[in-house]
């Protein structure tokens, strides 16, 4: 039985280059949703015809009780903001409510956006349905709403920071409200792998990332039993072989830890897991080796002292090559991440992770180096300030933040801008080449020359004059324009 017969729509923008992995957010708000009594129904523009939806509304004569829609930094808000255009030329009463870590970083800015209503910001899990009712009973009055942002005739109003939601308290996430083999692939392995968040936060602080200031180094995460229970359900819905865990960090309770693990032991599944190096030891990895791990994931970002001090990642060198050689000890395949761009990263301190990256391939040639991401400074970060005092303009408008997006070129802040783009884009070819592949005999012909002068460049340590580099970017901003000319999409 339903609250209302109008429903609730929510929506997954396209998001640009990446795998298709659940629109995790919305789930849960959906969750939420439904569980109060509401009719509502997620559509993933990634994998649906949005505007079939509201198409479908009008063929119906039903209007929407709210159109909801997700925003992440870059190219996910472009097609966010055509999403809700086209909303409000087909319902123009029809508020339209966004939400996504963007908006919880700039909501006084984006709300001054004519196609958006309502704002949510941090984790709405209680203030959608807050909202819901609201707007079902035809309240103007939202104040004592925390997290929210919204247009009156007097100005825009903004409510109290939302306090953190227990996530043990939420209900376990509705996956019949996707079709989840949608997302169930194999993609990084050879068998159905699904993907889960089991926790929200982390207790460290790394300057660069987004959860020091949304999460405010807290870390909650569901309970053994919870987690076991959703992993039947997903069984149920599209069997797999993998888990995938996209915690921040899913290392920081270890007794929670060990009830997880014993539990894909006992179903006999395989799991992926990232942690912070300064949190493994003997007894973990033994657990980790002997339960089924078939990947760990650790975030080095640098090879330099100074700058793993700027960072703030919480562990020194020694430490990511003790946890290193005991992982190679026990034969858990291991990802390494890196980050280049720092605003006080010279010449030398990027060597020194390039030299750091060598001696890890040389003592342990299976690890895995994904390749050397450019610094992205992201509103609401302690970098981003730091980076702002150094020439960086944040964007003025949405649109311009729909240009904004990870590995971007424009290292205003750094002084060997240049020296970070082509050392990102030469890591990307030599260390890579095995995962980039291409139905496309021309396409695997041009990854295999890349690879093969990628390699050389790093091994000469000889950056210079990277022409592949320019016609490479000049083809994919063509590439891209065009897109956005015909509508398309992002690479």
Known sequence: MTKATRPILLFFPKTGPDFLEPPFGLVSLGTALKQAGFDVHIIDARIEDYKQAVQDCIKKGTLPLFCGVSSMTGPQIFHAINISKYIKRAFPEVPVVWGGLHVTLTGTQSIQEPFIDYILRG??????????????RGETELMGIDGIVYKTPQGIRSSANLPNVDVSLLPE??????????????????EPTVYMFT???CNHSCTFCYSVSVNRRKWQGRSVEQISSELDSLEKLAPFEVVFFHDDNFSVDRARLTGVVDILKRKK??????????????ELLDLLANSGCVRLDFAIETGSPLILRRYNKGFKIEQALTALEAAAARKIPVNLSFIVGHPEETRKEIFETLDFIDLVKRRWPDVNIIDIKLLTPYPGTPIFKVCEKLGLKAPGSLAEWGEYYWNSRKLIWSPEADLCVDVSFVSLFAFRYNHLHSDFMILRWVYRMLHMIEGWRWRKRFFAFPVELRAMHLALKTYN??????????L
């Open 123 to 136: 984790y709405s899990d209680h203030t959608i349905v807050q909202l819901a009712e609201a707007i079902m």
């Open 199 to 201: 926790s929200r936060g």
């Open 481 to 490: 324009r065009l897109l956005q000319y015909f509508n398309y999409g992002w």
């Open 173 to 190: 996430p509705d996956w019949g409200l996707v079709s989840l083999p949608n997302y169930v692939n194999s993609l990084y392995f050879q």
């Open 269 to 282: 599944k395989k799991f992926v897991l990232s942690a912070n190096c300064a949190n493994i030891d003997d």
